[in-house]
């Protein structure tokens, strides 16, 4: 990438901090740093201060990820974390878009919550779109659009602290594709719809309490 601040996924496994925070007023664009790289910074914090963050060519890897946008966040490629959580938050502030937006296979697993707040939605221009979580994934703010099969586990070792909390006033579209959910709890909020045609709504019980269907 042509920037003028590179951290190499080498020079960042040579950096030791219970915290690393990058702020730009440019794009900050990540990509292929692993588990390793990563290892010895517990919690990253990305800041595009007016602009992006892209997450583009190859996956990535973090202990905790937090990432903030002012614009989008733009996901070519998957993140993981393999001991905390992800959090995503594409602001959107005065004129910018503020999406979360996946253009491939994209998987967002994160090893323990995952939380994505937007200001105008999660938009799925092509690929399968898959939302992992452990202890539970929050989604606020605007619509969600995806355009091939998606797939949200939010209690991924099904001991039945992973619920799926989709906030109020959002509509969630497959546009045409199918949808696996998988949860101790499915929490859809006040007026928000989930809208699958033409393909399968699933709906699995993670944790082996039952479901109730109805009052």
């Known amino acids: 990438?042509?920037?003028?601040?590179?951290?190499?996924?080498?020079?960042?496994?040579?950096?030791?901090?219970?915290?690393?925070?990058?702020n730009s007023t440019e794009v900050i664009s990540v990509s292929n740093i692993?588990?390793?790289?990563?290892?010895?910074?517990?919690?990253?914090?990305?800041?595009?201060?007016?602009?992006?963050v892209r997450f583009f060519d190859a996956n990535s890897t973090f202990n905790t990820?937090?990432?903030?946008?002012?614009?989008?966040?733009?996901?070519?490629?998957?993140?993981?974390?393999?001991?905390?959580?992800?959090?995503l938050n594409a602001q959107g502030t005065g004129a910018n878009d503020g999406l979360i937006n996946t253009n491939g296979d994209i998987v967002i697993?994160?090893?323990?919550?995952?939380?994505?707040?937007?200001?105008?939605?999660?938009?799925?221009?092509?690929?399968?779109l898959t939302l992992n979580a452990d202890t539970g994934i929050t989604i606020t703010g605007g619509n969600i659009t995806?355009?091939?099969?998606?797939?949200?586990?939010?209690?991924?070792?099904?001991?039945?602290?992973?619920?799926?909390d989709?906030?109020?006033?959002?509509?969630?579209?497959?546009?045409g594709n199918g949808l696996n959910i998988t949860a101790n709890d499915l929490i859809l909020g006040t007026n928000s719809t989930i809208t699958v045609t033409n393909a399968d709504l699933?709906?699995?019980?993670?944790?082996?309490?039952g479901i109730g269907f109805g009052n």
């Open 1 to 22: 990438t042509n920037v003028d601040l590179q951290i190499d996924p080498a020079e960042l496994e040579r950096i030791t901090a219970n915290e690393l925070t990058v």
């Open 34 to 52: 692993t588990g390793a790289n990563s290892d010895n910074i517990g919690t990253v914090r990305l800041n595009a201060l007016v602009s992006d």
């Open 65 to 87: 990820l937090v990432v903030t946008a002012d614009d989008d966040i733009d996901f070519f490629a998957s993140v993981t974390t393999d001991t905390g959580a992800i959090s």
């Open 109 to 128: 697993d994160a090893a323990t919550s995952l939380t994505i707040q937007n200001e105008n939605g999660i938009n799925g221009t092509a690929g399968t």
């Open 146 to 164: 995806t355009v091939g099969q998606t797939t949200i586990n939010s209690d991924t070792t099904a001991d039945g602290n992973g619920d799926l």
């Open 166 to 175: 989709i906030g109020a006033e959002i509509d969630f579209s497959t546009s």
């Open 202 to 209: 699933v709906i699995n019980e993670s944790h082996g309490g």
